[in-house]
């Protein structure tokens, strides 16, 4: 989480870290569901776009007051306080956009449901554990899950 924020570029300003960019990349085309104490879209899968450099406390959207069609203007973390009366744990985490025209959700209150595929190349540590998991017999497998594991 904290290789996601945003660094120093150098000039003054800051910029997305090399971290960002490849979760960016990674989450793009994942199917994901949103879960928080009352969700009106519970059950509802979006398709993740891409992460928005910009964190909950520091994005802000429009809200429209429909009885006196009064635009607002409030942070996502302001937005969840007020109507959800919820905290965010991390108001610095980017922010996810989905395919749909402006739905953004902070990280935290995703999940990923599903089986997906993973179509990027595991590194050596990772080929090598997949290698022996797969190689060991079928007993042995069942053994080895059924006992406590090693970190």
């Known amino acids: 989480m904290h290789e996601l924020r945003p660094v120093p570029d150098g000039h003054g300003g800051m910029t997305e870290s090399t971290a960002f960019y ?4 990674r989450l793009k ?8 104490r009352g969700c009106p879209c519970t059950n509802v899968n979006f398709t993740v776009k891409g992460l928005i450099n910009a964190g909950a406390s520091k994005y802000i959207i429009e809200l429209k007051d429909k009885a006196t069609g ?8 302001q937005y969840f306080k007020r109507k959800y009366n919820l905290s965010l744990t991390y108001p610095d985490l980017p922010m996810v956009e989905m395919t749909k025209k402006g739905i953004v959700y902070p990280m935290e209150y995703l999940t990923i449901h599903g089986l997906h595929k993973y179509p990027w ?5 990772q080929t090598s554990q997949m290698i022996k998991y797969a190689a ?8 080895q899950s059924t006992s406590p594991r090693k970190c």
Not at 70 to 77: A, L, P, S, Y
Request: hydrophobic fraction near 40%; proline fraction near 3%.
């Open 22 to 25: 490849e979760v960016h990349r």
């Open 29 to 36: 085309k994942l199917v994901v569901q949103a879960h928080y």
């Open 70 to 77: 009064v635009i607002e203007k409030i942070t996502v973390e």
């Open 121 to 125: 190349k595991l590194n050596e540590y």
């Open 136 to 143: 060991a017999r079928p007993a042995d497998r069942l053994n």
